[in-house]
């Protein structure tokens, strides 16, 4: 058997040239801004961090993301005045959700302060935003008060297995599952809510805490989402046969569990979802939902509505992209807020990223090979945020 090579990758992969000017200038008469795919732009996910104190295998493997590897220096992150002018931009295009995520965003030091100024953004219509962020949990024990006090509604945590052996190989930093479920619990009590709770399920390594999971986290009022191991970034050596299908995540909930499918509860939703019956065969909403957000089987770019701003203000259109658009320079050119918008416009109505649905249409997507799209470099999921 030859030997994996992992190749070190540095960031950034490169940078595209920002259109000036782009076919739809629709937002400005008050229309909805569409990609050239017709697709809005409803959801910003922003990286406040390219750090992380966990080592998840399917992230950031700890063979590349050792004590040699170099992250972002300080000078280069934007600033907290920076990406909240660079939201209200994102908000003027359409975008009514915010999600802050890394690497691991409660490593950001002073994160209520940049949470404060988010949340007293509206949407065009005058509503709050939903502002969200996307957490390990090992800090949400101590932070969730003060994240809940600042203005987040809600937080996801990721959780993948309840068994400490199982989730501190996949962690890789022999971190305890109690200390996240006193997190999820802080949360709860501080009112961060609805909470879900995000499980990346790898074969061969955690699917034994599919059922665990689900009996855990049933009737709790928190949605629990099985996500697809996924071919993002060049480090974790990804393997088509290391992907636990979400039918297959399904069946073998179903050994056990009565559900049934529930429709989307908005346009652009990742996940699918579905309730529990009860004894009687019926819906029963006190039980809770699950999820499941199955990137390598099911894609759903036809519905992406999703934009990525980096830790240094770069944009990308798609969690599998090369390369991102560097605002970084106009963000801090001194010029009027519109040139922004506009360059994101321009941007935005030129973008035709469907990565998954391509990499479904590979013939070897099947097969145990890495495919052909996965070969292709792309940006590694800690730098642009998940
Ligand atoms: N550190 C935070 C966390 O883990 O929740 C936020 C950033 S993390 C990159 C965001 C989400 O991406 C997590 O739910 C994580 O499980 C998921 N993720 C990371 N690498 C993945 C992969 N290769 N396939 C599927 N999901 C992945
Ligand atoms: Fe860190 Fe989140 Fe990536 Fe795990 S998934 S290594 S916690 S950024
Ligand atoms: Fe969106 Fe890209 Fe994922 Fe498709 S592959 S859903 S375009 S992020």
């Known amino acids: 058997m ?23 200038t629709a937002w400005q008469n008050g229309l909805t801004l569409k990609d050239a795919l ?39 992150l934007l600033s907290f005045e920076e990406i909240t002018q660079t939201a209200k931009s994102f ?29 007293e953004l509206q949407t065009l219509n005058g509503k709050p935003l939903d502002l969200t962020l996307t957490t390990n949990g090992s800090l949400l024990a101590r932070k969730a008060e003060t994240l809940k006090a600042a203005g987040l509604k809600r937080v ?10 199982v989730f501190k190989r996949m962690n890789d930093v022999d971190f305890p599952v109690s200390d996240v ?22 074969r061969g390594t955690n699917e034994q805490e599919i059922l665990p999971m689900a009996r855990y986290f049933k009737g ?27 039918a297959e995540v399904l069946q073998i909930l179903q050994t056990e569990l009565s559900l049934t499918p529930l429709s989307a509860s908005q346009q652009g939703e990742t996940a699918e979802r579905w309730g529990y019956l009860n004894e009687q065969g ?21 519905d992406c509505n ?32 519109e040139a922004l918008t506009q360059a994101i416009a321009a941007i935005w109505s030129q973008r035709t990223d469907r990565y998954s649905e391509l990499r479904q249409q590979e013939p070897d997507v099947s097969t145990n090979d890495e495919g052909a799209a996965n070969k292709r470099r792309k940006v590694e999921m800690s730098y642009i945020g998940g």
């Not at 994996?4 to 782009?22: D, E, H, K, W, Y």
């Not at 996801?156 to 052996?165: M, W």
């Not at 479920?181 to 790898?202: C, D, F, Q, S, Y």
Request: proline share 6%; with cysteine.
């Open 220 to 246: 709790t009022g928190i949605a629990l989402r099985f996500i697809e191991y996924m071919d993002v970034g060049a480090t974790n050596g990804w393997r088509m046969n290391e992907v636990l299908p979400s």
């Open 306 to 337: 999703r934009a990525r701003l980096t830790t240094e203000g770069q944009l990308y259109l798609c969690l599998f992209a090369s390369q991102g658009y560097d605002l970084k320079p106009l963000i801090r050119s001194g010029q009027e807020p």
């Open 156 to 165: 996801t945590v990721s959780l993948d297995g309840l068994d400490d052996e």
């Open 2 to 24: 030859s030997e994996r090579v992992i190749p070190i990758i540095t960031q950034p992969l490169g940078n595209l040239a920002i259109p000036q000017s782009g076919p739809n």
């Open 91 to 119: 908000i003027t295009l359409g975008v009514e959700k915010i999600r802050l995520t890394g690497g691991e965003p409660l490593l950001r030091k002073n994160l209520e302060i940049l949470i404060s100024q988010l949340a």
């Open 38 to 76: 017709s697709r809005p732009l409803h959801d910003l996910r922003i990286s406040v961090t390219d750090r992380c104190n966990f080592r998840c295998s399917y992230c950031m493997p700890k063979e590349v993301f050792d004590n040699n590897y170099q992250y972002l220096p300080q000078s280069s």
């Open 282 to 302: 019926v819906h029963d909403t006190s039980l809770g939902e699950i999820g499941f957000i199955s990137s390598v089987t099911k894609a759903f770019c036809s």
């Open 181 to 202: 479920l006193e997190g999820i619990e802080a949360a709860r009590k501080a009112g961060l809510g609805p909470i879900k709770v995000n499980m990346v399920v790898k």
